[in-house]
């Protein structure tokens, strides 16, 4: 067995940005609770941003009421504003910011055909079922994130070349993911419409940032910018922050994904999201009495959790491709 180093202690999270005021878009437009649809009256495609998928990231939640109270519309097609856990966001405490993730279970790990057509319920399961209907007519998708442990920004396309061409386009964040998900559970872009590679329609998964930031906010504002410029569905003057430098895109592949298997799972430092491990075969955590080492060289670590719960995923290793 490795060495085995003492972490360090854990960080303690600031919750710096105020829950936000989404009484006026609750009702929303469209018959579904919380989903707001701009139309052009153009042909065009229908995009739509989504925020509170958890609860507790508020960023998102900021961003599109910013948008929507500054009358973002498109110039063709339909842009749709979505607040998905309104139950969990309703019990937000800035005192107990991570107890509002979600109520019964992750709303982000239910997007599987078989547990929507299923005879289980629950909150977040009903939710989804619920917005279903709308996610079934939607072209292009952006579902905005945020990170509870320190992490470089990042872009997550899932496994389709077309993912992955949506996320490079986007631009902000320049770092992007191609991953295949949880082993417990599929996720929005992992949902069959976005996800075959016989359909047209795409999503991404941006992670902006930590979650109670302001820079989490900003980065999310400017990830919406790029997506709507690349598909050129808003006029020149449109409320947006202005376009960034490009940045060529880094784009990673991810190897493995690691599943906390027991509740002693521990890493052996306090990882940031984003670190690259030089060498292949090192030590980063010990699952009980199993090592967790690096399987290639220049190993990307992704969003490690570093208190992850029993079954959850730790981490995810990436390998960058060639540009």
């Known amino acids: 067995m490795g ?10 999270f600031k919750v710096r940005l105020c829950r936000p005021d989404i009484s006026s878009w609750v ?4 018959g579904i609770a919380g989903v707001t649809t ?16 958890h609860g507790n990231e508020l960023a998102g939640a900021i961003a599109l009421d910013r948008l929507l109270r500054e009358g973002l519309t498109p110039t063709r097609g339909k ?9 969990a966001f309703e019990r937000f405490d800035p005192q ?3 107890a509002s993730r979600f109520i019964d279970e992750d709303m982000n790990r239910v997007w599987d055909a078989a547990i929507l057509d299923g005879p289980r319920h629950s909150i977040e399961l009903d939710r989804a079922r619920e917005l279903r209907p709308f996610i079934d007519t939607v072209d292009v998708l952006l579902d905005l994130h945020s990170m509870l442990w320190p992490s470089e920004a990042l872009i997550l396309s899932g496994v389709p070349a077309k993912g992955k061409a949506l996320a490079k386009a986007i631009g902000t964040p320049s770092l992007v993911v191609a991953d295949h998900g949880h082993a417990n559970g599929r996720r929005l872009i992992d949902y069959a419409r976005f996800s075959d590679t016989d359909t047209p329609y795409a999503a991404c998964l941006v992670e902006a940032g930590q979650h109670w930031e302001q820079m989490t906010v ?14 050129a569905i808003v006029a020149d003057g449109a409320p947006l922050p202005p376009a960034l430098p490009a940045v060529a895109p880094r784009v990673a592949t991810v ?3 690691v599943t906390a298997m027991t509740s002693g799972f521990t890493f052996v430092q306090a990882y940031h999201g984003g670190d690259i491990i030089p060498r292949r075969d090192t030590l980063i955590a010990m699952d009980g009495e199993t090592e967790i ?12 959790s570093l208190r992850p719960s029993r079954g959850h995923t730790a981490v995810r290793l990436g390998r960058f491709e060639a540009v």
């Open 218 to 231: 900003d980065t999310m504002l400017a990830s919406i910018a790029g997506l709507l410029r690349h598909l």
């Open 96 to 98: 107990r910011p991570t």
């Open 255 to 257: 190897t493995t994904a």
């Open 79 to 87: 842009l749709s504003f979505g607040f998905a856990n309104l139950a």
């Open 293 to 304: 080492r690096t399987p290639h060289d220049n190993c990307l670590l992704v969003m490690p």
């Open 38 to 53: 701009r139309n052009s009256g153009r042909p065009g495609p229908h995009v739509a941003l989504l925020s509170l998928m």
């Open 27 to 30: 009702a929303g437009n469209t």
């Open 3 to 12: 060495s085995f180093t003492v972490p360090s202690p854990l960080p303690e």
